[in-house]
């Protein structure tokens, strides 16, 4: 499993993968609990970068 912990590298893996979001639009979209991610322990969010290619594929940004 390929995975990061925290926002600012889930925002870098974006950025490398030509999908660019903010801090905030990625804090949104936890609070709404819309992307895929865990938090096992409080103050620690793991992004499996699968899950995340896959919800990416499934939302594709519109330009």
């Known amino acids: 499993m390929r995975k990061v ?3 600012q590298r889930l925002i870098e893996y974006l950025h490398s993968v030509d ?3 903010t801090e905030e639009e990625v804090n ?3 609070l ?3 992307i ?3 938090s096992p322990i409080n103050n ?3 992004f499996n970068l699968d899950h995340i290619d896959w919800w990416i594929k499934e939302n594709p940004k519109t330009t």
């Open 5 to 7: 912990y925290g926002t």
């Open 44 to 46: 620690i969010i793991i």
């Open 36 to 38: 895929p991610h865990l």
């Open 32 to 34: 709404r609990k819309v």
């Open 19 to 21: 999908y660019p979001m």
């Open 28 to 30: 949104n979209l936890l």
